[in-house]
């Protein structure tokens, strides 16, 4: 499978995820652990999600930034809609051809996520949405 469906699938299983919570969820921290909330989680990915877009664009690192706030990464509409956006931007640019190591690194972000993300799904009781639960293995 080549750089452009790993990143595409990573992107889609985050995408499920975010679309499988519940708004009350997204403010919810781990029970028994110190960690921020479930929602701060897509924060950091839609973050990076568009931080290395625009270093790609630039063929530099130009900084993290995230397009939403708190607020934003509780609302799951809101969420997913930026998660979605700024999928289908790399798409557009991993079908363009160039981004390489930008790339590379989206890719290691987001399924470094994934583990995150399983032990908030676990420790919160939430569902796993079916490809998510499918990819990993989980029962």
């Known amino acids: 499978m080549e750089l452009t469906e790993r990143v595409s699938r990573a992107l889609a299983l985050t995408d499920a995820l975010a679309r499988a919570v519940p708004e009350d969820a997204l403010a919810s921290k781990l029970p028994s652990a110190k960690s921020n909330a479930l929602g701060d989680q897509f924060w950091c990915i839609l973050g990076a999600r568009e931080s290395y877009l625009r270093a790609a664009e630039a063929s530099k690192w130009v900084g993290f930034g995230c ?62 949405p079916k490809e998510f639960s499918d990819r990993y293995a989980l029962g």
Request: aromatic content about 10%; overall charge negative.
């Open 67 to 128: 397009s939403l706030d708190a607020d934003g990464t509780r609302q799951p509409a809101t969420l997913v809609a930026a998660l979605e956006a700024a999928g289908a931007k790399w798409r557009a640019v991993l079908q363009a051809g160039a981004p390489g190591d930008f790339a590379l690194d989206l890719l290691e972000h987001e399924i470094q996520h994934h583990g995150q993300l399983i032990r908030y799904f676990y420790a919160l009781e939430l569902a796993f």
